[in-house]
């Protein structure tokens, strides 16, 4: 996390900085700032924890309150990703809602005064791109846990066989170590392009916010105001729908490598079989509507 304090050209002053800033000589000070990502994950983890904890203390058969509300947004994010990968998914909605929540609740951290999103967090690297420091963790984590579970469906041999390509004769088979180092780099790519996404947007979004609070108090000095205009506003309500509509785009894609990955369903391939032919049958001009027993 070293050189964090050169990475952007705007940024919003956190408690850690100020603390960093009034007691300068305090060596723990300085080592809260130098991690304050982790503690501002931590925060996030923290009242995720304790919303979980004040919802179902209490657990009643007929939800209500907080209860109720924790219910609905469990039970609506299973049938999301079971519309997706069938009614095995239920397995991954805890993974997959978790990544959902977490990022959700680190976003938002960014719109919260003398906070910062550990999202946005990133290290200069030597080619000058950054990198960032909490969402390829995330990314990595998400790619792992995906062929962990092909590994766990198909076995060792399913899963070489797929990433292999499936051949299905010599001549796919002659080629198979060119689609494996394929398969592996898109691997990687997905790692790069789901965190770099998710960096980019909320890094984006802070800056924005950032800038707004900045030129709000230059103008406000200019005009010799005592109140400082809340320029920021409205944008913080776009940095709410920013932070929603990320943390989902993480988790959608997230369920999609693995619809990709894990063995499709033998019964969902044969009412899909099934359909088509009667697709194909009703499309037939020969077709009257009327079926031969």
């Known amino acids: 996390m070293h050189g964090e304090a050169q990475q952007a050209t705007a940024e ?3 408690l850690f900085h100020l603390l960093h800033e009034w007691f300068a000589g305090s060596p723990l000070l300085s080592w809260l700032f130098l991690w304050q990502n982790l503690w501002y994950s931590l925060i996030a983890m923290l009242g995720l924890m304790m919303l979980a904890y004040w919802g179902t203390r209490r657990q009643a058969l007929v939800p209500r309150g907080l209860q109720n509300g924790l219910e609905f947004v469990v039970d609506g994010f299973n049938q999301f990703v079971c519309s997706i990968l069938g009614p095995k998914g239920a397995a991954h909605t805890p993974f997959i809602g978790t990544l959902f929540l977490y990022i959700f609740a680190m976003n938002l951290l960014g719109l919260v005064p003398l906070m910062k999103s550990p999202v946005a967090s990133s290290s200069p690297s030597p080619v000058g791109l950054p990198i ?3 969402t390829a963790p995330l990314a990595l984590c998400a790619v792992v846990y995906v062929h962990v579970a092909s590994l766990k469906a198909a076995g060792l041999k399913g899963h070489l066989y797929h990433m292999l390509g499936s051949p299905s004769h010599f001549i796919l088979w ?3 170590p060119l689609i494996l ?11 790069f392009s789901l965190s770099m996404r998710l960096f980019g947007n909320i890094f984006g979004e802070d800056v924005l916010i950032a800038v707004i609070v900045q030129q709000a108090v230059s103008l406000t000095r200019a005009l010799h105001w005592p109140p400082v205009l809340p320029l920021q506003i409205p ?5 709410l729908l920013t932070s929603f509509v990320q943390a989902f785009v993480f988790a959608l894609l997230t369920t999609i490598y693995l619809a ?9 391939d044969e009412h899909h079989e099934a359909h088509e032919k009667g697709l194909a049958r009703a499309s037939s001009p020969h077709y009257t509507g009327k079926e031969t027993v």
């Open 12 to 14: 919003l002053p956190t």
């Open 181 to 191: 180092v394929i398969h592996a780099l898109g691997e990687l790519s997905k790692i």
């Open 174 to 176: 002659f080629v198979s």
């Open 235 to 239: 944008f913080l309500f776009l940095g």
């Open 132 to 134: 960032p420091l909490t």
């Open 260 to 268: 990709l990955m894990l063995p499709h369903d033998e019964a969902h």
